[in-house]
T-cell receptor, first 116, second 112 residues
Framework: DAGVIQSPRHEVTEMGQEVTLRCKPI?????LFWYRQTMMRGLELLIY????????DSGMPEDRFSAKMPNASFSTLKIQPSEPRDSAVYFC??????????????FGEGSRLTVL | GENVEQHPSTLSVQEGDSAVIKCTYS??????FPWYKQELGKGPQLIID?????GEKKDQRIAVTLNKTAKHFSLHITETQPEDSAVYFC???????????FGKGTRLHILP
């Protein structure tokens, strides 16, 4: 399997612009997670889905952030409008989830976002 | 909710020596404690995990210990090698729930 695929790998944008990050989970995994990594806060869980349904979005920092999972093979994390403090590496991860949860998260290589 | 504290934030050890990273968790219902290793430019990868019905687990040079009473768990790396240099994250979760909460990470430097 190709693993979790994220795009873009790097994004540089100006404050106020819309940013869309994309994720393709591992085929057959039914849980998907979005994490944000910064030096100050480490790895923060933003939101996670199970069977395409958002289960917990309590980590989404504010209304500027939204996430969707229209089908089992695709998810997006959108920031609109973006701000400099959103600069971070955003990771998507997938797992077998729920009753099949083995405990292991499989991470993508991340999307490094810089907001100027 | 769960809170995971990790120490130290940075650790330097001589090649061949041992490294120990410690974590504490707040939610006594947590029952699954994985450790992830993150190499430069990559996503974290699971290296070992332990469940609450076990006090210790070993895999070659890596071992984890868990003290449920004190809500502490630790990662031990023996005979460290240059390829052990990375950022290590501890985490806690309540399976079969999926939510995993990570500590802030420890940057491990292996000195030649």
């Amino acid at each position: 399997d190709a693993g979790v695929i994220q795009s873009p790998r790097h994004e540089v944008t100006e404050m106020g612009q819309e940013v869309t990050l994309r994720c393709k989970p591992i085929s057959g995994h039914n849980s998907l997670f979005w994490y944000r990594q910064t030096m100050m806060r480490g790895l923060e869980l933003l939101i996670y889905f199970n069977n395409n349904v958002p289960i917990d979005d309590s980590g989404m920092p504010e209304d500027r952030f939204s996430a969707k999972m229209p089908n089992a093979s695709f998810s997006t994390l959108k920031i609109q409008p973006s701000e400099p403090r959103d600069s971070a590496v955003y990771f998507c991860a997938s797992s077998l989830g729920s009753m099949g949860f083995t405990g292991e998260l499989f991470f993508g290589e991340g999307s490094r976002l810089t907001v100027l | 909710g769960e809170n995971v504290e990790q120490h130290p934030s940075t650790l330097s050890v001589q090649e061949g020596d041992s490294a120990v990273i410690k974590c504490t968790y707040s939610d006594s219902a947590s029952n699954y404690f994985p450790w992830y290793k993150q190499e430069l430019g990559k996503g974290p990868q699971l290296i070992i995990d332990i469940r609450s019905n076990v006090g210790e687990k070993k895999d070659q040079r890596i071992a984890v210990t868990l003290n449920k009473t004190a809500k502490h768990f630790s990662l031990h790396i023996t005979e460290t090698q240059p390829e052990d240099s990375a950022v290590y994250f501890c985490a806690a979760s309540q399976t079969p729930k999926d939510k995993i909460i990570f500590g802030k990470g420890t940057r491990l430097h292996i000195l030649p």
